[in-house]
């Protein structure tokens, strides 16, 4: 990085920050604290919505997806504009009504302060970790490319994020995310556009999509229902709704963007307009790691993009080793890159099944590498991450785009992070303060309620803090986010829909189905991971949702009216089907 760079990058995150905290100043009551004074239009709130969910894992972590297993991961938004539709006729309409300052809040009018404490408390577990995770992700893969300290990075980030996040609560979070987002739009569009720019002269948009397509990253569409498959039309559809209403709809840090809006109209508007841009904008990320791929179809791949791995492994006793891989993959793009130059059949366009021969001898390269590297790391006691899909993007930023916007895309990095954390701190402080502290405690001063949440806000803002200390990489960021909302997510949906549309169903057994079904859902994800079952994450969303529903149902059997009855039937039958799936497409 040279000086220019880190003027921007400087200059950039300390105006955020500064604007954060001139523009929210003065916040005197819980409402203009905690709703930022319903004073949010339609665009604050979309941005802000969707600046929340497009932490700087998205950025870091979706390029990398793309290019290592191509475009089919956008299907697991494609749940989002139907889980918008119900949020804004079913949700926003309820909790607008009921000048609720949490989503949690509605639960006690409904069924008991025991419900509206559990569910508070789930989200406190899985959003506190979710928190940590979101710095953490920008500071280790920073860390690694730049030679930067974690420890320090994880502090300067969450310090940047408290401070204005403490000061000016959600108005705050609102202003500075709608800059953010344009920020962040900024310095994508200006990125793919380069990466166009250096591909060779002949080697059209056009042409780089044949490229692409010819080493399967274009397929878009899944429609098989194996399960074995991660992303497919159905999870996307089916699991991604359960977890984009369970997120949306029910989840403090979404649901706080929208209860800061002016009107209910306002509210509805932001929420659809998230819905309309957020899967284009995924698709267009994913498109710019697609790109990045076709960009080292032309020039020299690393063998493995995190140096700090490749450091380890050439310093150890396997450096011989790996440089005979890196030979041979440099031989591979060599012959790969003649033959897409040559353009080899009738029609002109790449061949894919002279590609696709190159493209499994490189993986298998780079999987070699990483074993070298896992071995490596334990031989000199060093714990290192073999797995660079997060890698990617980054170490594409900083090898091949011009002074300046280097530091301009880190900053677009760094404010995806500062714009989700500050949410998540935002929504933690905001439930503990509303569900549990004053819940709990005898009737405190408008003043006082302020100085409580802005405590509960350093404390939560100290806490992610050091869950980013302690944490540690996945096989991909982005997948370790959803996986951690889809062990809680669906349970806390089906809470809401039982509390919305099944009237007859009592608090005591919500609760107890409530518990049953997270010990269940915990247990799923662990036989998932040691594959004595083949579970999707995913699905533990749509699994979650329909399990509390139906052993709430079950508890209170005697109560629930005829009709009831075959819907029962039906859910049960649905969940049944499902587990058969299940067991047939687990490895024997």
Known sequence: MQILDWVVLISTLLIIVIYGTYRSRGSKNVQDYLKGGNTSKWWTIG????????????????????????????????????????????????????????????????????????????????????????????????????????????????????????????????????????????????????????????????????????????????????????????????????????????????????????????????????????????????????MVFVFYQFNETPLNFNPAATEVVLSSKYADEYQAIQEKQNDVFLKKKDAINEYSNASGKVNPQIIAQYNTESDALRAEARTLIEKAGDSQNIKVESNDKDYVFLNFILNNLPRGLIGLLLAVILSAAMSSTSSELNALASTTTMDLYKRNTSEKSETEMVKTSKWFTLGWGVMAIGVACVANLAENLIQLVNIIGSIFYGNVLGIFLLAFFFKFVKANAVFIAALITQVLIIGLFLLNQYEIINLPFLWLNFVGCFLVIIIAMLIDFGKIPKNYKLILAGLISVLVFFGYLILNNTPA
């Not at 940590?132 to 730049?146: E, R, Y």
């Not at 399960?227 to 699991?239: D, E, K, P």
């Open 47 to 290: 941005l802000s919505v969707m600046a929340t969910q497009a932490s700087a894992i998205t950025f870091l972590s979706t390029p990398g997806q793309a290019f290592n297993d191509g475009m089919g991961f956008v299907q697991l938004y494609f749940g989002l504009p139907i889980a918008m539709v119900v949020i804004c006729m079913v949700f926003i309409p309820l909790y607008h009504r009921l000048k609720v300052y949490t989503a949690y809040e509605f639960l006690e009018n409904r069924f008991d302060l025991k419900t509206r404490t559990l569910t508070a408390i789930l989200f406190l577990i899985q959003r506190g970790l979710a928190a940590g995770i979101t710095i953490f992700a920008p500071a280790i893969i920073l860390s690694a490319v730049l030679g930067w300290n974690l420890l320090f990075l994880n502090i300067i980030i969450g310090t940047l994020v408290i401070i204005y996040t403490v000061s000016g609560g959600t108005k705050a979070v609102n202003v500075t995310q709608k800059h953010q987002m344009i920020l962040i739009f900024t310095g994508l569009i200006i990125t793919f556009f380069l990466i166009i720019d250096k591909l060779p002269a002949d080697i059209t948009f056009s042409k780089a999509l044949d490229i692409a397509g010819a080493s399967g990253k274009m397929e878009v569409l899944d429609f098989s229902f194996d399960l074995n498959n991660r992303y497919t039309i159905w999870s996307g559809i089916i699991g991604g709704t359960f977890l984009m209403l369970s997120y949306f709809g029910t989840d403090q840090s979404q649901v706080q963007r929208y209860l800061s809006g002016k009107s209910l109209k306002e509210m509805q508007i932001g929420m659809i307009f998230n819905g309309l841009l957020k899967v284009p904008m995924q698709f267009f990320i994913l498109l710019i790691g697609v």
